[in-house]
């Protein structure tokens, strides 16, 4: 068996053994099958695709790359989420507390931003003293008392992922419902969780441009989750427009906090909730409706909230600094931006939004990229709104002196006309 016989049996269409998945894998990761092999291997699976079973091969022999985490000790409450990446999703600062006030437990390994999506660990740094990365120990304990623990990625968990989607990002490779399904799913079934929702999501500022592609790349997901015996949903949601109305670490963080105290209604709140009930249905064995209303419950009578200052004093982070996120950031230059004409706002292109944001300094171009947490866009006026001349459609916070040219692309990630747009549901559909 060689690398050059696994990258023509797949360049000329043929399904690849776990024997061949293995020894391309375990060979890539041990440094004795070069870049350039394995980029070949990508760009033929590009072009050629995988079946179904191949693909949950290939999360399995990713998976088997590394180390994994052990929750068995929580039982049938062991509980995740993921996000495909969008626009103002600050979804787990808000669902993580919701699912463990009613019980579950959250050991969440969550990532950073890079491009026009945000990371949540990156809106967790923003609270003073908060810990990123701690022990294994600390981290297993931390999830049983307190409810929630959420680190950043650990380097041992799927290094295989790591290695491919660096490649991937530079070959062209990275848009392959196959690959991505493997990625997202060798992680999340590695961190060890019993019960699995992902938030797949379509729009302007997702990696699926269309609902259609979300539902296929959602039920790969599930299919591969429900094989390793974990309780699996996918709630297919539109990032066609920003989430909530912040972009931008600790003002994603207050946004999340609001909703948590009930201050801030609408669509964060919305999907909010059904991620939190999804999570909640599949680990208790009720019906969805039963949970969305204990799920309300928690949010409304402020267990929600009190759990979410329970886990950041639990990992080090200062509480006080919720009461007002924005006092710690208050050196940031805040500039208005006027609507240049009257009419409904009939399209945002939602990922410049993020590439705004990243303009500003919340953002990374680069891994090494060091982030302004105060920066970002607080958004006063969103698709479907009526906007009138001179008005004020969003701010932008920055440290930066010149901010034209956020100004200048922000403007022109805006369309207008003079009917409102059809509305478009903020869910798709849920698959299980």
């Known amino acids: 068996m060689t690398p050059y016989e ?30 350039y092999q394995i980029a070949a291997f990508l760009m033929a699976v590009f072009f050629r695709g995988m079946t179904d079973e191949e693909t949950f091969l290939l999360t399995k022999v990713m998976i088997q790359s590394g180390d994994t985490v052990d929750l068995s000790g929580f039982g049938s409450l062991s509980a995740d989420k993921h996000s495909t990446g969008g626009v103002g999703d600050k979804t787990t600062l808000i669902v993580a507390p919701i699912a463990a006030s009613l019980g579950l437990h959250i050991a969440k390994m969550s990532g950073r931003g890079l491009g026009h999506t945000g990371g949540t660990v990156d809106k967790l740094e923003s609270i003073p003293g908060y810990k990123t990365s701690i022990s294994n120990d600390a981290f297993l304990a931390q999830a049983k008392d307190t409810g929630v623990a959420v680190i950043g990625a650990s380097k041992d968990l799927v290094p295989a992922d790591k290695l491919l989607y660096a490649l991937r990002d530079v070959t062209a490779t990275v848009d392959s419902i196959p690959l991505i399904a493997a990625s997202i799913m060798s992680k999340k079934l590695a961190a060890g969780a019993k019960n699995i929702v992902l938030d797949v999501k379509y729009g302007s500022g997702a990696f699926m441009k269309t609902a259609g592609d979300a539902e296929t790349l959602a039920k790969k997901m599930v299919d591969i989750g429900k094989r390793f015996g974990r309780n699996m949903a996918a709630v297919i949601s539109n990032m066609d427009r920003p989430l909530g109305h912040t972009v931008g670490n600790v003002l994603e963080l207050e946004e999340a906090v609001n909703v948590l105290r009930g201050r801030v209604c609408g669509d964060i709140r919305d999907i909010s909730l059904t991620l939190a009930s ?47 996120p924005l006092g710690a950031y208050a050196d940031e230059t805040v500039t208005e931006i006027k609507s240049p004409t009257s009419g409904y706002i009939s399209h945002m292109d939602t990922e410049k939004i993020g590439l705004v944001s990243t303009l500003l300094g919340a953002g990374r171009q680069t ?3 060091v982030l302004d947490l105060g920066a970002g ?12 001349k001179g008005e004020t459609l969003c701010a932008l916070y920055t440290k930066k002196t010149d901010v034209s040219p956020a100004a200048d692309a922000f403007l022109s990630a805006v369309t207008f006309s003079d009917r409102p747009p059809a509305k478009q549901p903020l869910i798709y559909k849920i698959i299980r």
């Open 6 to 35: 696994i990258i023509k049996k797949k360049r000329d269409g043929a399904a690849l053994s776990e024997e061949e998945l293995h020894f391309l894998i375990r060979g890539y990761v041990r440094q004795e099958i070069p870049d």
């Open 278 to 324: 999804e999570l909640y249905s599949l680990a208790a064995g009720i019906s969805r409706e039963e949970a969305l209303i204990k799920a309300e419950k928690a949010l409304e009578n402020g267990d929600a909230y009190a759990k979410l200052r329970a886990w950041i004093s639990a990992q080090g982070g200062d509480c006080g600094m919720l009461d007002d």
């Open 367 to 369: 891994k090494e990229d």
């Open 377 to 388: 866009i607080r958004l006063y006026k969103k698709t479907g709104d009526l906007a009138e």
